[in-house]
């Protein structure tokens, strides 16, 4: 299975740190996503990184894709209470007629 | 806002009724998604339509019946559920099967 697990599963931080969160996965891909979803509403789409990318930025959002290692982090720097959220990775296979495969998530709380 | 739009957002059933979840695009995407989201566990992808015809569904029990007469529109019937059915159910679309996914507000729905 190409599905994404994302580690840790929760985490809890200060307002103002820093939040790391890792997803692997076990097959070659073609792009990488990541997600982000307050409690009981819809996901957002937050950054898309292709397989030949190594790393992206959005404000304050910078992920990094190592596939080699099969592997991706998603870093939110300078956190704020309003970051509170699950967040998803979720893997496009090589097969271009493949779906995306959606990990299980990890559940960030920023604590005020 | 994401441009997809679920209704009703709220509902309640009780195991005898029949119902349906609408979820609507107008972003000129191709492929559409139904995921159910249940509480402590990971986002499970139900059905995907790709330019109106019906290329997964995985193992879903026959009491969810999916239709998209066309592009725009998706819909899920509902007929006679399980309490364990009670969920939040997700639409989602995207231009092609492997970019960026767009998801609707959610239908929460309890059943009874």
């Known amino acids: 299975s190409q599905q994404g697990e994302e580690d840790p599963q929760a985490l809890s931080i200060q307002e103002g740190e820093n939040a790391t969160m890792n997803c692997s996965y076990k097959?070659?891909?073609?792009?990488l996503q990541w997600y982000r979803q307050n409690s009981g509403r819809g996901l957002v789409h937050l950054i898309l990184i292709r397989s030949n990318e190594r790393e992206k930025h959005s404000g304050r959002l910078r992920v990094t894709l190592d596939t080699s290692k099969k592997s991706s982090s998603l870093l939110i720097t300078a956190s704020r209470a309003a970051d509170t959220a699950s967040y998803f990775c979720?893997?496009?296979?090589?097969?271009?007629?493949?779906?995306?495969?959606f990990g299980q998530g990890t559940r960030l709380t920023i604590n005020p | 806002e994401t441009g997809v739009t679920q209704t009703p957002r709220h509902l309640v059933m009780g195991m005898t009724n029949k119902k349906s979840l609408k979820c609507e695009q107008h972003l000129g995407h191709n492929a559409m998604y139904w995921y159910k989201q249940s509480a402590k566990k990971p986002l499970e992808l139900m059905f995907v339509y790709n330019f109106k015809e019906q290329t997964e569904n995985n193992s879903v029990p026959s009491r969810f019946s999916p239709e998209c007469p066309n592009s725009s529109h998706l819909f899920l019937h509902l007929h006679t559920l399980q309490p364990e059915d009670s969920a939040l159910y997700l639409c989602?679309?995207?231009?092609?099967?492997?970019?960026?996914?767009?998801f609707g507000p959610g239908t929460r729905l309890l059943v009874l």
């Open positions: 989602a679309s995207s231009p092609g099967l492997q970019e960026t996914q767009y």
């Open positions: 097959t070659s891909i073609n792009n």
């Open positions: 979720a893997t496009a296979g090589l097969q271009g007629a493949q779906k995306l495969v």
